[in-house]
């Protein structure tokens, strides 16, 4: 397998989590975002939206990470990501889609560089933007974590799933942009299980190779 992938991307981050939980060995090769490297013509061709990350395995050519996390738990399924149970599945996937649907899409790097460089928004105007739709966004995945019985030592029960692999990149996030996490008190105590995993540390930004290539 080939992974495609930048150090700060949330999104290639999770997917890191997934392989090392699963143990799978992969190739890695970076695509710097801050470079535009992302745009480049045999990227696009890879992946014409220009995102990371991208997976190859084989034949096999998929982007979105929720999409490429789920494969890898059909194809790869220990420990699995998502519970057996339908209503299990449900919730956790709800929980990974209040991140990866809510949240993310509107606080990534193109849409804080297009609010900077197209709509002339201040550093100030643009750090307000990220930390209002963070606070939003956090403030109902903390209810529904808080609310709910399945809620254990990670999101849902005592093993991390694909909802943890959503929130873990998320308040590294959150902590760049000096978000006051202490609103969220469950969120950061599934955190910190988290972080007593090597699959998780392993996988943290400044772990990888590429870095130093700011």
């Not at 939206?49 to 220990?78: F, K, M, N, R, W």
Request: hydrophobic fraction near 40%; aromatic fraction near 8%.
């Amino acid at each position: 397998m080939k992974l495609y992938g930048y150090w700060r991307s949330s999104a290639a981050y999770r997917v890191r989590i997934g392989l090392n939980l699963k143990n799978l060995e992969v190739e890695e090769e970076f695509v710097h975002l801050q470079r535009l490297e992302q745009r480049g013509d045999d990227y696009l061709t890879l992946n014409p939206q220009g995102l990371v990350p991208t997976l190859i395995d084989g034949d096999v050519c998929l982007s979105q990470s929720l999409a490429i996390l789920e494969y890898l738990d059909e194809t790869h399924p220990e420990p699995p990501l998502l519970p057996s149970d339908p209503a299990g599945r449900a919730r956790v996937r709800q929980l990974a889609q209040v991140v990866a649907c809510d949240i993310h899409p509107i606080d990534n790097l193109k849409v804080l560089n297009f609010l900077t460089n197209e709509m002339g928004v201040s550093d100030e105007g643009r750090l307000t933007w990220y930390r209002h739709w963070v606070n939003q966004g956090l403030e109902g995945l903390e209810g529904l974590v808080a609310s709910h019985p399945a809620t254990g030592r990670f999101c849902h029960g005592d093993q991390p799933s694909l909802a943890d692999l959503c929130l873990v990149p998320q308040l590294y996030n959150a902590r760049r942009f000096d978000v006051n996490l202490d609103l969220y008190p469950i969120l950061q105590s599934i955190d910190a299980a988290c972080q007593s995993l090597q699959a998780f540390t392993k996988a943290a930004p400044e772990a990888q190779s590429d870095a130093v290539q700011v």
